[in-house]
């Protein structure tokens, strides 16, 4: 229900946008974020949005570099990433969380219902 794309390779210092489109449900009522999993470590908090739009939350690793956006009419999230390192190499996931008591845990892993597939990004140095 969750399909990002948008990975690939590119040089150090360069920009990529990863997409995230939801299918079969809604998910304007759901916050929405982005994890990474480079090889031999645990899946990580990336950036995270609320269900408006109005209130973005980054990993202090990429704060300042990546942007996190959605349009609820279009059912899509985007990561936007400018000043790659070698260190952001990794698979990026988007997920999907619901409310819980109309409260969200934008940084919570477990919190997130939905993930995607998975898109891999290299960054070569």
């Known amino acids: 229900q969750l399909q990002a794309c948008g990975g690939g390779l590119v040089q150090a210092g360069g920009s990529l946008r990863l997409s995230c489109a939801a299918s079969?449900?809604?998910?304007?009522?759901?916050?929405m974020g982005w994890f990474r999993q480079a090889p031999g470590k645990e899946r990580e908090f990336v950036a995270a949005?609320?269900?408006?739009?109005?209130?973005?939350y980054y990993a202090d690793s990429v704060k300042g570099r990546f942007t996190i956006s959605r349009d609820n009419a279009k059912n899509t999230v985007w990561l936007q990433m400018n000043s790659l390192k070698p260190e952001d190499t990794a698979v990026y996931y988007c997920?999907?969380?619901?409310?819980?008591?109309?409260?969200?845990?934008?940084?919570?892993?477990?919190?997130?219902?939905?993930w995607g597939q998975g898109t891999q990004l290299t960054v070569s140095s």
């Open positions: 997920a999907a969380q619901p409310p819980v008591s109309g409260r969200y845990y934008y940084t919570l892993r477990s919190a997130y219902d939905y």
């Open positions: 079969g449900r809604t998910f304007s009522s759901y916050a």
């Open positions: 949005i609320a269900w408006s739009g109005g209130s973005t």
